[in-house]
């Protein structure tokens, strides 16, 4: 493994990882934490950057495909675990990237609904699916350095130019609120979901390399796209800390990263950070559509058919939900997100750990376990009522949302201990 292969694959890995999305959300996060801003960098980066980490070290391990990661459980629950994760992939993140650029690329200049927006927007990505054209990979080769240096100007001026006077933070919990925000950066999803893409690309360049070698180059990797992606989601949280007296309290997500380009670079560099964000959005739009497309194709034969039907599907529902602003879509992920994210965090867990602690025993215990103590706040999340008793608020982090983590270290326990006993 050399310099050169190893930096290719650190940036493809974090270009994989840095959607544009994922762009407007720790500036409002910081703007509403505050003096608390460092507890948010904490839990954001924790299932932002740590937990998509350790996905890519498990793949690193795995060097199978998204069904590997799951198969322990057994095959059926697997297939259905790939079924879901595409089907949310498709229908939030993907069509997300469509409002984010009429938000900050097209309702600014032009007052077309945004309808229009999506409309345009998914037929183009339509047309790249189907065509598959290299253009997009040049393009997006570019794009990603583009957006990382206005990033830098932008934290470097604000910490340069602003005084470190925060406002007193309202956050009650700002560690555990930067965990659940970390969510929808989708970012675990796309461990399990691009960690086999990376694996399938090494082997296509280097057939002849050995397994520890392909192991030993994701890790290194692994660990400079996450280093990179901590240092801008810090450097962002930061940045939107220090503005929360400059904008009103109710700015939204998209307005303060624009207002913020604007404060400190002024109105032709957040021109030119709309078209680089518009363009990055776009090209994880039709990665979303295409990922998918390949996997519903596999799953019927290599039928191109199922190919074309998938993402013309995947692109209706990119208009369909597209047209709705940003703030509305993180809102309707959440219940998808409450319910997938626990599923999949111990998946990743249990697929990095050593074959002798992660038994098919134990990964069945746990992710069961998991599924039933999450299951309270999936449906809370979605507004249904519910007794108290059923929320299991005596248990450890409940009140954080996150009642699932101690009965699946205990599940994780037990199943282990019997294992040693029989």
Not at 99 to 126: G, R
Not at 166 to 186: R, V
Not at 348 to 355: C, F, K, M
Not at 374 to 393: H, I, K, M, N, Q
Request: aromatic share 12%; with cysteine; charged share 10%.
């Amino acid at each position: 493994m050399n310099k050169k292969t190893l930096t290719i694959t650190a940036f493809a890995l974090f270009s994989l990882f840095f959607g544009a999305g994922n762009l407007i959300l720790p500036p409002l996060l910081g703007f509403n934490s505050g003096s608390s801003w460092w507890l948010v960098v904490l839990g954001f980066c924790l299932s932002g950057v740590l937990i998509p980490l350790l996905g890519i070290l498990a793949h690193a391990r795995l060097q199978g495909t998204l069904f590997d990661f799951a198969k322990k459980v057994s095959p059926t629950f697997s297939l259905l675990y790939c079924y879901l994760i595409y089907a949310i992939s498709i229908a939030l993140p993907s069509p997300r990237t469509a409002s984010v650029t009429h938000e900050m690329a097209i309702q600014p200049i032009w007052e077309s609904p945004s309808l229009v927006t999506s409309v345009i927007y998914f037929t183009l990505v339509y047309l790249f699916v189907i065509n598959r054209s290299k253009v997009l990979d040049v393009v997006g080769k570019l794009l990603t350095p583009g957006i990382l240096i206005i990033l830098f100007l932008i934290v470097v001026t604000a910490m340069v130019s602003m005084d470190f006077d925060f406002s007193i933070s309202e956050m009650k919990h700002p560690l555990s609120d930067g965990i659940l925000e970390g969510y929808q950066t989708f970012d675990a999803i796309g461990a399990v979901v691009v960690g086999a893409v990376i694996i399938v690309s090494i082997n296509i360049k280097d057939k002849a390399a050995s397994y520890e070698a392909k192991k030993d180059l994701i890790r290194k990797a692994g660990f400079w796209a996450g280093l990179g992606l901590f240092l801008v989601y810090s450097g962002l949280i930061l940045t939107g800390a220090l503005f929360s007296d400059v904008f009103p309290a109710d700015v939204t997500r998209t307005a303060l990263l624009s207002g913020i380009s604007t404060e400190t670079l002024g109105g032709t560099a957040t021109l030119f950070l709309s078209v680089l964000v518009s363009l990055a959005c776009f090209t994880t739009a039709v990665g979303i559509v295409t990922g998918t497309s390949d996997f519903i194709k596999g799953q019927f034969n290599d039928s191109n058919w199922a190919y074309r039907i998938t993402a013309f599907i995947g692109c209706v529902l990119g208009v369909l939900i597209g047209q709705f602003n940003v703030g509305y879509i993180i809102a309707v992920a959440v219940p998808a997100l409450m319910f997938i994210y626990p599923i999949t965090i111990a998946l990743i867990l249990l697929n990095v750990l050593p074959e002798k602690w992660a038994s098919p025993r134990v990964f069945k215990w746990v992710v069961i376990t998991t599924i039933v103590f999450s299951a309270p706040d999936f449906v809370g999340s979605l507004g249904v009522g519910l007794p108290s008793y059923l929320y299991l608020e005596w248990l450890p982090l409940a009140e954080y949302q996150m009642g699932w983590v101690l009965p699946a270290l205990m599940a994780f326990v037990v199943g282990n201990t019997l294992k040693k006993l029989s």
